[in-house]
């Protein structure tokens, strides 16, 4: 290999060694936010509050708006993600209604 495919692969491994760290703090950040909209269900239920808040989801929704353009991603996808969250946490808030 020369210097320049040398420097490459190593800078691909650092890239890759981020990248699964990310991926590990994505996995457990997702972990801990379950069991919290988990106890939440629960409560819900105990209380025989509705499984979903939809004034609660807009305002998520538009705060991971503003987020993402602060950070640099694109708002349609973190719109699009969290919607598929909140649509999992629903259906885990239902089960805990039955």
Same mark, same amino acid.
């Given at each position: 290999?020369? %210097?320049? @495919? %040398?420097?490459?692969?190593a800078?691909?491994a650092? &890239?890759? @060694?981020?990248? %699964?760290?990310? %991926? @590990?703090?994505?996995?457990?950040?997702?972990a =801990? *936010?379950?069991t919290?909209t988990?106890?939440?269900? *629960?409560?819900?239920?105990?209380?025989d509050?509705?499984?979903? !808040?939809?004034?609660?989801e807009?305002?998520?929704?538009?705060?991971l =708006?503003?987020?993402a353009? =602060?950070?640099?991603l !694109?708002p349609?996808?973190?719109?699009?993600?969290? @919607?598929?969250?909140?649509e =999992?946490?629903? *259906?885990? &808030?239902?089960? &805990?209604?039955s």
């Amino acid at each position: 290999m020369t %210097d320049t @495919a %040398d420097r490459a692969a190593a800078l691909l491994a650092e &890239h890759r @060694a981020a990248i %699964d760290r990310l %991926d @590990a703090i994505l996995v457990y950040t997702l972990a =801990e *936010r379950f069991t919290r909209t988990q106890a939440v269900g *629960r409560l819900k239920a105990e209380h025989d509050l509705p499984p979903s !808040d939809p004034a609660r989801e807009e305002q998520q929704i538009a705060r991971l =708006e503003r987020l993402a353009q =602060e950070a640099g991603l !694109d708002p349609a996808f973190a719109k699009e993600f969290l @919607a598929f969250i909140i649509e =999992e946490v629903i *259906r885990h &808030h239902r089960k &805990h209604q039955s």
